[in-house]
């Protein structure tokens, strides 16, 4: 009994040293790709750092970074279901929160954008930056859905 035990321990953290890899070409994305998309659906340009500095773990920037580069490369599906992994760990994350808005905008579902906007702006605590970038993020998610 206490093998098993032991070998599902070590089946669990086998699974999250899994996730805070990043696979080789998937750092973080050219500005300029993500804001070129944005531009086109006539998303609100972001003026919110990448990566700023923020507390969560390893297998959490790992997630968000491979979001990130598959959001620029269009893969917004791919990009979506790494930031609900994200934030099945960290669900509390603005940044995440706020990076899966912009993914839903991108793929067109305004209403889900606006909500999870409004959802970063509200986790956004003292972060003026990201709670404003959301705000303006859900105004031009219900505009481009009336």
């Not at 970074?65 to 979506?80: D, M, T, Y």
């Not at 603005?94 to 999870?116: C, I, N, P, S, T």
């Not at 605590?125 to 031009?140: I, K």
Request: with cysteine; proline share 5%; hydrophobic share 45%.
């Amino acid at each position: 009994m206490r093998f098993v035990a032991l070998v599902g321990i070590w089946v669990f953290c086998a699974g999250l040293a899994g996730c805070s890899a990043v696979p080789i070409g998937m750092g973080e994305p050219e500005e300029a790709s993500s804001k070129d998309q944005g531009a086109e659906l006539g998303e609100p340009e972001s003026p919110l750092p990448q990566s700023r500095q923020r507390q969560s773990s390893p297998a959490v920037d790992a997630l968000l970074g491979q979001a990130r580069a598959l959001r620029a490369e269009g893969q917004h599906e791919l990009a979506a279901v790494k930031l609900e992994r994200a934030l099945r760990i960290e669900p509390r994350g603005a940044e995440l929160w706020l990076e899966l808005a912009r993914v839903r905008y991108d793929m067109g579902d305004f209403a889900a954008a606006a909500q999870f906007a409004d959802r970063a702006r509200r986790l956004a605590g003292n972060d003026d930056d990201l709670a404003r970038v959301a705000e303006q993020l859900a105004l031009a998610a219900r505009t481009q859905g009336l």
